[in-house]
């Protein structure tokens, strides 16, 4: 049956009022993805394989469609798209929104776990969104969904938009620079909310960069490190902190050290922060 016009005026007319970040909480929302059933891995795909199981079915090979059903959805398309007729652009991307530990919640905020995005109106729930999972959905589904926003300011709509810049541009690293910076990396995570000298120390860090001079595929590389701080912690001693944490960084390859500082953000050149790359807190991206 083709889209009527009233149909297509009526989603269309729906669809005006979403935003790029906002959400739906209504009950019985479900994501869908593909799966093999004969090799689940995935927490929704193993929950129906062990029903099927049960229930004596033959577990089949090759794509299966599995639903699990989540607290909510957030927009992920651009504004600009959400609100385009649905005959000229009938898809939007949506993401599940999860539950974390209220100690990361701070962390997606600052864009220190690329996995996720920082949805204000959720925070309090400690309700994010799980960026490794995106959905394509037909506006006509979205039209039925109550709306709710997700942000209130300009700034919090530009900052879930890098979040979900920064999930697809991270840089990927050589393998070798991964595997040295592996224990600074579990250290910096393991520390990071304790309440301690050096956690006041890491909560105080927009971010990190490091730059490779003359390039990552050079035999001998010389690399420069800024640690950019919002503020500074009561009795900060950054000089101390930064040598502790880049002893833990494994220099015995081809990797040396030719700075390091701690710096505000408007300390750096342009050009050094866009020749430098970010390092995330919960991973790194090998190449």
Same mark, same amino acid.
């Given at each position: 049956m083709a889209l009527t016009e009233e149909?297509?005026?009526?989603?269309?007319?729906?669809?005006?009022?979403w935003r790029q970040g906002d959400i739906s909480l209504d009950a019985g929302l479900e994501f869908l993805h593909l799966a093999d059933l004969s090799r689940p891995h995935g927490h929704a795909s193993i929950q129906v394989t062990e029903?099927?199981?049960?229930?004596?079915e033959a577990l089949k090979a090759g794509a299966t469609p599995v639903l699990d059903e989540v607290r909510g959805l957030v927009m992920l398309s651009? /504004?600009?798209?959400?609100?385009?007729?649905?005959?000229?652009? +009938?898809?939007?991307?949506?993401? +599940?929104?999860?539950?974390?530990?209220? &100690?990361?919640?701070e962390?997606?905020?600052?864009?220190?776990? +690329?996995? @996720?995005?920082?949805?204000?109106? /959720?925070?309090? $729930?400690?309700?994010?969104?799980?960026? $490794?999972?995106?959905? /394509?959905v037909e506006k006509a589904l979205v039209a039925g969904w109550a709306r709710t926003p997700g942000w209130e300011t300009d700034d919090e709509l530009r900052d879930f938009a890098s979040a979900l810049a920064r999930k697809r541009s991270r840089f990927a690293f050589p393998d070798d620079f991964v595997a040295a910076a592996a224990d600074l990396q579990?250290?910096?995570?393991?520390?990071?909310?304790? &309440?301690?000298?050096?956690?006041?120390?890491?909560?105080?860090?927009?971010?990190?960069?490091?730059?490779?001079?003359p390039s990552?595929?050079?035999?001998?590389?010389?690399?420069?490190?800024w640690f950019i701080k919002d503020v500074d912690p009561a009795e900060a001693d950054w000089a101390a902190f930064l040598k502790g944490w880049l002893?833990? @960084?494994?220099?015995?390859?081809?990797?040396?050290? $030719?700075?390091?500082?701690?710096?505000?953000?408007?300390?750096? /050149?342009?050009r050094d922060y866009v020749e430098s790359d970010r390092l995330d807190l919960d991973r790194l991206s090998a190449a």
């Open positions: 149909d297509e005026q009526a989603i269309d007319q729906a669809l005006q009022a029903a099927l199981a049960d229930a004596g651009q /504004t600009c798209d959400v609100v385009r007729g649905c005959r000229a652009r +009938p898809f939007v991307e949506v993401a +599940p929104l999860i539950e974390v530990p209220e &100690q990361w919640v962390e997606i905020r600052r864009l220190k776990r +690329p996995a @996720f995005a920082y949805v204000p109106i /959720t925070a309090g $729930d400690h309700l994010v969104a799980d960026l $490794d999972r995106t959905m /394509t579990r250290h910096l995570a393991a520390r990071h909310n304790r &309440q301690t000298a050096e956690g006041a120390h890491l909560q105080a860090l927009r971010e990190i960069r490091v730059r490779a001079a990552w595929d050079d035999g001998e590389v010389l690399l420069s490190w002893d833990l @960084f494994d220099s015995t390859g081809r990797f040396r050290f $030719d700075s390091s500082i701690a710096c505000r953000l408007e300390d750096m /050149t342009a």
